[in-house]
């Protein structure tokens, strides 16, 4: 498999994801259930596309509970991914989940006898730097702000648990199950979601009925379903490649051009397709935000 290529390849579908994402998010009905549906379609394509991508093949008792576990935390992710996107920006929300690579740094030296290196150590204190610059100075927009940064806090601490998570497996003898575990994962979050949204339906009823009397509502709807489907493809995609590319290339390269080009995409996307605005200090905050998470990555190891 050409590495360039399939590499070029993981970051688009990475970048198709997340501008599904946002495009769902700015045309969906508001409400948390929207949401639930969006994780749920996604989570279902993605599983379907790597059972025919691979088969499930054996798969342990291990394998199996854990990513049932694997599966709630992405729920959760998804879920509070697509909250935070709601009620903040798409550019700098990415760079906040990205620093999730904390976690992972930390995890590695707890747990998998790894070192802290000088520049994951830099990376902290710009992340901490973006964190400081996030916040808006006006105070009509503290308590969205606010909101918003906690859905991105708790979408970066379940991001973190997948990477972790993705580490304890493959760390394992049944590291050859990860196509089994990645479909239990994403088939047991898209029966959390599902259950979630018909749970939620029945509360935001009213806002989704004002959405359906807008003109062109079916047009809407299977606009929003397509997003839904793209955005799973990409997850399937972007989830397989980097497997691949996770063994054959240094993570000294792989892992910075994965976390900082990708954040470096969605920025531009967010900017060029979305028309985003930012404050001065905000955008100083993103550039501080795709340097730490280069950091982090440690590419100087």
């Given at each position: 498999?050409?590495i360039p ?8 579908a ?15 009905p508001?409400?948390l259930?929207g ?37 709630a ?7 509070t ?11 700098y929300?990415?760079?906040m989940?990205?620093?999730?690579t ?27 730097v ?5 916040a ?15 859905l ?14 993705q ?18 994962a ?9 259950i979630f ?23 809407r709807?299977w ?31 792989f ?5 900082g080009g ?9 900017v060029l397709l ?13 550039v501080?935000?795709i ?5 982090l ?5």
């Amino acid at each position: 498999m050409n590495i360039p290529l399939t590499l070029i390849l993981s970051l688009a579908a990475a970048l198709g994801g997340s501008i599904a994402k946002k495009y769902y998010t700015d045309k969906a009905p508001t409400g948390l259930s929207g949401g639930f549906v969006f994780n749920a379609v996604g989570c279902l394509t993605a599983a379907v596309i790597l059972l025919c991508w691979g088969g499930f093949g054996t798969s342990s008792v291990f394998t199996i509970l854990l990513g049932v576990v694997f599966g709630a935390i992405t729920a959760l992710q998804g879920i509070t991914n697509i909250a935070a996107l709601q009620v903040g920006p798409m550019s700098y929300t990415s760079v906040m989940i990205s620093f999730s690579t904390l976690i992972s740094a930390l995890s590695g030296v707890m747990f998998f006898d790894e070192s802290l290196g000088w520049a994951q150590i830099v990376g902290i204190v710009l992340m901490l730097v973006s964190f400081v610059l996030a916040a808006k100075s006006d105070d009509e927009a503290k308590k969205a702000n606010f909101k918003w940064l906690m859905l991105c806090l708790i979408a970066f601490a379940a991001t973190g648990g997948i990477g972790v998570m993705q580490k304890v497996h493959q760390s394992s003898v049944y590291k050859d199950e990860l196509n089994a575990f990645l479909i239990v994962a994403f088939v047991s979050s898209a029966v959390l979601c599902t259950i979630f949204a018909m749970l939620l339906k029945k509360c935001e009823n009213q806002a989704i009925a004002a959405k359906s009397n807008e003109p062109h509502h079916k047009k809407r709807l299977w606009l929003l379903l397509g997003m839904m489907l793209a955005s799973g493809i990409c997850v399937a995609v972007n989830n397989k490649f980097n497997l691949y590319l996770s063994g054959v290339v240094d993570s000294a390269v792989f892992f910075p051009i994965v976390n900082g080009g990708g954040l470096v995409l969605t920025t531009l996307a967010a900017v060029l397709l979305f028309k985003e605005k930012l404050s001065k200090k905000q955008w100083i905050g993103v550039v501080f935000g795709i340097a730490s998470v280069v950091f982090l990555c440690n590419p100087f190891a």
